[in-house]
C-alpha cells in the first residue's frame, strides 16, 4: 500500500537566526531568511513579500478583482498555498480537484484538500477522472506507450478548463511557480521548442468562448518561498511526489537550474523575468474548428481527449514495459 | 612547488568490450564504444569518425585547404588533438602557444607542446604575456580586481590574433569543442546575452585586414571523443586544470547540460546544431577605429588592451583578495 508512505509538511522548519537578527521590513526580530533578496523577515512581513509578490503578477493579468477564480487545487504545497493567498487577497475563489486514482496518492491529496478547505470554510468541487474521461491514470498507463506524466498534463489541462466553465467560472488559476516557469523555458530553449515558448505567459486569455481564461498568480515566488509561507500560514500540503512520475524530463529542466542558481544566485529570477519583459499577452485569435465527438474546440476534426479515448478503448495489443 | 602536480594522460584507457564486440563500420574486433552514437569502433574507425567529424565542420568554412592553418596551442587535449587531426588531414600547420607565466601550470604547458611538436617534427612559436604583454598572468591578478578568466580570455584571444599575423598566417585554429560550446550557447541564453549568440558560429571571417579569420573544426567533438582520441593516437597531452581558474562560470553551464546529456542522451548535441543549423557566417562588417597607442584595430579611443595594460600600470591601491 502506497498511503503509508504519504507524507504531510507544514512547511520548512522556520529558519534559527540569531536573536539579533532584524526584519528589513519592521526592525522586529526577523525568524525567516531570505538570502537570494539580501533580507530577513519576520512572519507578518514574510506574508506581506509573498502577498506583493502576487498583486505585483496581478498587474500583468487584465482582469477585475472582483472576477470570480476557480483555483486548481492538488493538495500539494503550491495549489494550497495560491489558494490561502487569493483568499486572503479578498478574492472570491472556489477549489477545483481532478482525482487521477492514483493509489494511496490520490486519497492523500484529497485529505490534505479536504483539511484546507474545512479549516477556511472554502468551497471546492471534486470531480475524477474515471467519471469525466472513463478511465483512471493506472488504467491509462496500462493500456499506452505513450509517457503518462504527458497524458496526465494534457487530461488535467482538459479538463480544468471544461470544468472551469462548467462550474460557471471564466478564469482558472493554477499553482505554477518561478522554478516551474523558468524549468519549462530552460526545456524549450535547449530543446529549441520555440513555438512553446510564447505560451509561457502567466496570463492566458481565453482563446475560444468554451475555454476560460487562465492565470499563475505565483510564477514570482520560488519554492522555497513558497514552502516557507506553508509553514508560516499552517497550511499542511501533501510532501510527497506523484509515485508514477519517476524520470519526467521537466524535473531535469528544473534540477540543471538549481544547479546554476546554486552557482550563480539570481540566475534563475533573472532568466524567466528578462524573458518575460520582452513579452506581450499571446494573442487568442487561433483558428479553432469543432470535435466530431464532444463539440469541444479542437483543431482537427477530433480533440486529443477524444483522441485519447479512442486510442485507450482499442482493443488491447501487448503493450512492453 | 604547483610543478609536481602537473599530471599528463594520454587519453581513455580504451574500453573493455566483449571480444565478440564487432566495429560497426569494418566489422573487425571493436574497443570503442560509442554509445552516444550507438556504435562501436575499433581504433583506426574511431580515427577514421574523428576525422570525418572535422571534415564535415570544415564544409562551414569557406576557406581553401591549401590554406596555411596557425594553430593555438595549450598543451591539454583539444589543441593537441586538434593540431594531429589538422595535420594528419594534411592541412599546413604551425603552432602557436602564449606563455601565460602561471608557476608550474605554464612549464608543463610548454613540455607537453614541446614533446608533441618533437615527436611529429611540427614547427611552433612560442610567445611569453611578459614579453607581449608587459606582465604574466599572476602578476595582472595582483593588480586587478577583475575576474582573471575574464582578462586572461581577452588577451589571449587579442595576442592569439595579432601574433597569427605577425606569424604570416591568415587563419587562426582553435580547439574549441563541442561541450564549450554548447555550454558557451547555455550561458548566453540563461543570461540572455542575445548578442553574444550571432558570434557563437564554428567560422568567424576576418572583421578587419589586422585579424585574421577564426575556425573551430572541433565543434562535432565532445570531450569524451577527443580524450578517445588522444588514447588512439598516442598524444601525451597536460590534463591539469590552470591552478588559477576556479569557479569560472562557464564550467558550471557545461556541467549543468553534462547533467541534462546524462538524463537524456543527445541534448548537447541536438541544443547546439539545431541552433547553429538556422545561421549564417556572421557578417565582417563592424566600423572599425584605431587604438591611439598602438594602432590595432577597436571600437573606442583605445583598444581594451591597451586599457587594460594602463590599469594594470596604474599606482597600485591596496587591492582586498
Known amino acids: 500500500m502506497l498511503h503509508q508512505e504519504m507524507k504531510y ?5 522556520l529558519s534559527q537566526l540569531p536573536e539579533e537578527t532584524k526584519c528589513t521590513r519592521c526592525r522586529s526580530q526577523a525568524t525567516i531568511r531570505m538570502t537570494n533578496h539580501h533580507a530577513n523577515f519576520c512572519p507578518p512581513c514574510f506574508t506581506h513579500f509573498v502577498h506583493s509578490a502576487v498583486e505585483r503578477a496581478w498587474k500583468k493579468f487584465p482582469i477585475s478583482r472582483d472576477e470570480p477564480l476557480m483555483v486548481a487545487v492538488s493538495g500539494g504545497k503550491d495549489s494550497l498555498a495560491l489558494w490561502d493567498i487569493l483568499n486572503q487577497l479578498g478574492h472570491k475563489t472556489k477549489g477545483l480537484h481532478i482525482n487521477l486514482g492514483i493509489e494511496g496518492f490520490s486519497n492523500a491529496s484529497v ?3 479536504e483539511r484546507f478547505a474545512a479549516e477556511r470554510r472554502l468551497p471546492w468541487a471534486q470531480y475524477s477522472l474515471e467519471e469525466v474521461f472513463g478511465h483512471t491514470i493506472p488504467e491509462i498507463q496500462s493500456r499506452t506507450r505513450r509517457k503518462i506524466c504527458g497524458v496526465c498534463g494534457l487530461l488535467k489541462r482538459r ?10 467560472f471564466q478564469v482558472l488559476s493554477v499553482g505554477h511557480n518561478l522554478d516551474d516557469e523558468a524549468g519549462r523555458l530552460l526545456g524549450n530553449m535547449v530543446r529549441h521548442r520555440e513555438q512553446y ?10 482563446p475560444h468562448p468554451r475555454m476560460p481564461a487562465r492565470v499563475k498568480p505565483l510564477y514570482r515566488l520560488d519554492a522555497y518561498e513558497i514552502t516557507t509561507y506553508c509553514g508560516v500560514r499552517h497550511i499542511s500540503f501533501l510532501d510527497s511526489k506523484c509515485p508514477m512520475s519517476r524520470g519526467a524530463t521537466s524535473h531535469s529542466f528544473k534540477e540543471a537550474l538549481r544547479f546554476l542558481e546554486e552557482k550563480m544566485p539570481g540566475t534563475k529570477r533573472h532568466f524567466l523575468f528578462k524573458h518575460l519583459r520582452g513579452k506581450k499577452v499571446p494573442g487568442n485569435g487561433q483558428d479553432f ?19 485519447l479515448r479512442a486510442h485507450v478503448n ?7 514495459h
Open 314 to 320: 482499442q482493443p488491447r495489443k501487448k503493450v512492453a
Open 289 to 307: 474548428g469543432i470535435c466530431r465527438e464532444c463539440s469541444e474546440p479542437t483543431f482537427g476534426d477530433h480533440c486529443s481527449v477524444c483522441a
Open 9 to 13: 509538511t507544514m512547511g520548512k522548519t
Open 159 to 168: 479538463f480544468l478548463n471544461r470544468l472551469t466553465l462548467m462550474e460557471g
Open 111 to 113: 485529505q490534505a484538500i
Open 197 to 206: 515558448m510564447e505560451n509561457l505567459y502567466p496570463y492566458l486569455p481565453s
